[in-house]
C-alpha cells in the first residue's frame, strides 16, 4: 500500500507539472505560483502568514516574496500605517498572470474530469483531500483525521446503478463470481429501480463526500404479498466495520415495519460470517440452506427470514 501510494504520488507531481522549472504555463517557479495564488485568495495576507500558508522558512518566503516585487507581480504596503508590517496585494500584471494560472490549470483537471465517471470524480476529490489534511496532521502533528460524515439517502442516486455492481463485483469476485455475476446484479437493479414509484419498494444509498459507499433494496413485489426481498446489500470495503452496514440495515428494516411486511426474506451463501451475525443481530434466522448456482458459481445458498414483531 505505502509503495503504490508513493509511486501514484510521484506520478501525480510529474503530470502536474512540478519537475519542470516552471508551472501552469508561466515563467515561474512552482513556489512563486502558489504564493500568487494565496495572495489573491487573502487580502491584505503578510509575508508571515505566507509562510504559514506555504509551509515554507521566512528566509525563503522573504526572497520569493521580493522576486515577485521586483517582477512587477506583487506590490508591499504598510499595515494601517505600521512600517513594520507589509501587506502584499497583487498589482494589474499579477492579477493577470493569476488570471492565466487559473485558466490553465482549470483547463488542466477539466481534461482529466471528462475521462473520468462521474463517482470517480467524487472520489478523487474525497480521496486528495483526505489524503491532503492526512500528511498536514502527520506534518504538524494534530493527530487523526476524522473521516467525512456518512449520510443515508433515500431513493435513486445518479449513478447507483453502476456504483453498487461495482461494489458487489469487487466483494464477490474473491469467492470467483465473474461476469456472470455482474451482470445479473446490475441488470436485476436496473430494472428495480424503474418500480421506485411503487410504495412496497425501496432503496437507499450510503454517501460520502458525494461518494456512494453502500447501497440496499427492499423490493415489495417480487416475493408476493405482505413479503419484502432484501436485496443488493453491499457496503465499499473502507467502510466495513465502522457502522455503515448496521445503519444502511436499519433503514430498510424500519421500512419494513412501517410498511407492514408479515416477513422480510434475503438470499445470500455460506462463508459470509461478518454479514451473518449482521443478520442474526437485527432478527433474522436461517431458514434454509443448500447448494445452488445461481450466481453462476456453486455455492452453498442460504436464505434468512425475519419475522414481523
Same mark, same amino acid.
Given at each position: 500500500?505505502? !509503495?503504490?501510494?508513493?509511486?501514484?504520488?510521484?506520478?501525480?507531481? !510529474?503530470?502536474?507539472?512540478?519537475?519542470?522549472?516552471?508551472? *501552469?504555463?508561466?515563467?515561474?517557479?512552482?513556489? %512563486?505560483?502558489? *504564493? &500568487?495564488?494565496?495572495?489573491?485568495?487573502?487580502? %491584505?495576507?503578510?509575508?508571515?502568514?505566507?509562510?504559514?500558508?506555504? $509551509?515554507?522558512?521566512? $528566509?525563503?518566503?522573504?526572497?520569493?516574496? !521580493?522576486?515577485?516585487?521586483?517582477?512587477?507581480?506583487?506590490?508591499?504596503?504598510?499595515?494601517?500605517?505600521?512600517?513594520?508590517?507589509?501587506?502584499?496585494?497583487?498589482? *494589474?500584471?499579477?492579477?493577470?498572470?493569476?488570471?492565466?494560472?487559473?485558466?490553465?490549470?482549470?483547463?488542466?483537471?477539466?481534461?482529466?474530469?471528462?475521462?473520468?465517471?462521474?463517482?470517480?470524480?467524487?472520489?478523487?476529490?474525497?480521496?486528495? @483531500?483526505? =489524503?491532503?489534511?492526512?500528511?498536514?496532521?502527520? @506534518?504538524? +502533528?494534530?493527530?487523526?483525521?476524522? @473521516?467525512?460524515?456518512?449520510?443515508?439517502?433515500?431513493? =435513486?442516486?445518479?449513478?447507483?446503478?453502476?456504483?453498487?455492481?461495482?461494489?458487489?463485483?469487487?466483494?464477490?469476485?474473491?469467492?470467483?463470481?465473474?461476469? =456472470?455475476?455482474?451482470?445479473?446484479?446490475? *441488470?436485476?437493479?436496473?430494472?428495480?429501480?424503474?418500480?421506485?414509484?411503487?410504495?412496497?419498494?425501496?432503496?437507499?444509498?450510503?454517501?460520502? $463526500?458525494?461518494?456512494?459507499?453502500? $447501497?440496499?433494496?427492499?423490493?415489495?413485489?417480487?416475493?408476493? %404479498?405482505?413479503?419484502?426481498?432484501?436485496?443488493?446489500?453491499?457496503? +465499499?470495503?473502507?467502510?466495513?466495520?465502522?457502522?455503515?452496514? !448496521?445503519?444502511?440495515?436499519?433503514?430498510?428494516?424500519?421500512?419494513?415495519?412501517?410498511?407492514?411486511?408479515?416477513?422480510?426474506?434475503?438470499?445470500?451463501?455460506?462463508?459470509?460470517?461478518?454479514?451473518?451475525? &449482521? =443478520?442474526?443481530?437485527?432478527?433474522? %434466522? &436461517?431458514?434454509?440452506?443448500?447448494?445452488?448456482?445461481?450466481?453462476?458459481?456453486?455455492?452453498?445458498?442460504? @436464505?434468512?427470514?425475519?419475522?414481523?414483531?
Amino acid at each position: 500500500m505505502i !509503495r503504490s501510494i508513493r509511486n501514484a504520488s510521484r506520478g501525480l507531481v !510529474r503530470e502536474l507539472g512540478f519537475l519542470e522549472p516552471t508551472l *501552469a504555463g508561466t515563467d515561474l517557479a512552482p513556489s %512563486a505560483v502558489h *504564493a &500568487l495564488i494565496e495572495i489573491e485568495a487573502h487580502p %491584505a495576507i503578510t509575508a508571515g502568514m505566507l509562510c504559514t500558508l506555504l $509551509s515554507l522558512e521566512k $528566509s525563503s518566503v522573504s526572497r520569493l516574496v !521580493r522576486k515577485l516585487v521586483d517582477a512587477g507581480e506583487v506590490k508591499e504596503e504598510s499595515s494601517n500605517g505600521d512600517g513594520r508590517t507589509k501587506c502584499l496585494s497583487l498589482t *494589474a500584471k499579477g492579477q493577470g498572470t493569476v488570471a492565466a494560472i487559473h485558466a490553465f490549470a482549470t483547463s488542466q483537471v477539466a481534461a482529466a474530469l471528462s475521462r473520468l465517471q462521474v463517482t470517480d470524480r467524487e472520489a478523487v476529490l474525497a480521496g486528495l @483531500r483526505t =489524503y491532503t489534511n492526512a500528511l498536514h496532521a502527520g @506534518r504538524t +502533528d494534530t493527530g487523526r483525521i476524522d @473521516r467525512p460524515a456518512v449520510t443515508i439517502e433515500s431513493g =435513486y442516486r445518479s449513478g447507483m446503478i453502476g456504483r453498487s455492481t461495482e461494489m458487489h463485483a469487487a466483494f464477490y469476485r474473491r469467492v470467483g463470481f465473474g461476469a =456472470y455475476f455482474e451482470a445479473q446484479v446490475a *441488470a436485476g437493479l436496473a430494472a428495480f429501480v424503474q418500480r421506485l414509484d411503487k410504495p412496497v419498494n425501496g432503496l437507499w444509498s450510503a454517501v460520502e $463526500s458525494g461518494r456512494i459507499v453502500g $447501497s440496499v433494496a427492499i423490493d415489495g413485489e417480487d416475493l408476493g %404479498a405482505g413479503l419484502a426481498h432484501l436485496r443488493w446489500f453491499i457496503v +465499499d470495503e473502507g467502510q466495513r466495520g465502522g457502522g455503515t452496514g !448496521r445503519r444502511l440495515l436499519s433503514e430498510a428494516l424500519s421500512f419494513c415495519d412501517r410498511t407492514g411486511f408479515t416477513e422480510t426474506h434475503l438470499w445470500t451463501f455460506k462463508g459470509l460470517d461478518a454479514a451473518r451475525h &449482521l =443478520y442474526e443481530a437485527n432478527g433474522f %434466522a &436461517l431458514v434454509d440452506e443448500q447448494p445452488g448456482r445461481q450466481w453462476g458459481e456453486e455455492v452453498t445458498e442460504q @436464505r434468512f427470514v425475519r419475522k414481523a414483531a
